[in-house]
């Protein structure tokens, strides 16, 4: 049995500019981190004692005879790659799917993840990041840029730069002190609203239409990174950069907001935030708030009817937190 655990994550700053298509002509970089709310894959061998020969239990359950019936796309092709079959996967996730934080590549990662490691094999970040990638964008077509699966993989604060066909992960420089200073102006708040990111990117204007919003949004993925990484930088700037970025994404679809949304943002920020964002390609989900810790109180008042979600930052990425080997033996190869 194999147990992993990957964690989900917030971007800050670049979302859209992760996108093949913009980075591919004008090279792309966000900046996000992964927090400590996580989902849990829970893989073994189905024992040969069933009329069926897959077991799944997501939001779902699934018992299929054969992979190709496998209705959720992501299980099926990953299963198709890998060459497995009689498997039992258990999906579990500490927040709900679908709300802006990476859900479904955070369980891309630990499903391969989990994969690999049934089969005894140790596979490093770059190439689960990689393959979550191959599997969300080519084998299963869904639309989105390639920061979720990596920030899954590898964990932590970092900005990730995007070029040709490849990126680079480095790590955010931030000293303990200030980064936990951060971790507390930070406010996140449920609205209740779930949706599928590849609905809210196909409806969003064409890269054509949207790049002088996205150039200027991988501008200010530069001014977040100095505030961050100067000990003697304002950090309140980092919540107006938030606010100047969040502008700009709503220009970038109709659908990337709404007026029930809009209303929320300007109560929070009326109520003392300095900036914001909606977490993910946008439509609904969670919402984040820097707010300076005098003003959280009445942030938290004005956003009385949304659940609060505490949380802190985390480095781990994803990882095998359960390791027991089995020996498998095909069916109809048993004496």
Known sequence: MIITKT????????GGTDMPEFFREHGGAVISTTFDKYCYVNVRHLPPFFEYHTELSYAKMERVKDVEEIEHPAIREA???LDMHDIRLTYEADLPARTGLGTSSSFAVGMLNAFYALKGKYVDKRRLSDEA?????????EA??????????????????FHGDSYDVNPIIISPERKRLLNSNLMLFFTGFTRFSSEIQQSSKSVEDKTSQLLHMLELVDEAEKV?????????????????SWKLKKQTGSKVSSGGI?????KAMEAGAIG?????AGGGGFLLFYVPQDKQPAVAKAMEKLMCVPFEFENGGTRVIHYTPEIYIPRGEHL
Request: net charge negative.
């Open 7 to 14: 964690p989900f994550r917030m971007s800050f700053f670049g």
């Open 79 to 81: 299963m198709k790659a």
């Open 133 to 141: 990638i191959r599997l969300e964008r080519e084998l299963c077509g």
């Open 144 to 161: 989105g840029g390639w920061q979720d699966q990596i920030a899954a993989a590898y964990g932590g604060m970092n900005r990730i730069n």
């Open 228 to 244: 961050l990484e100067e000990k003697n930088a304002d950090l309140d700037e980092f919540g107006r950069l938030l606010d100047e």
């Open 262 to 266: 809009d209303e929320l943002y300007d």
């Open 276 to 280: 914001g964002k909606l977490l993910g």
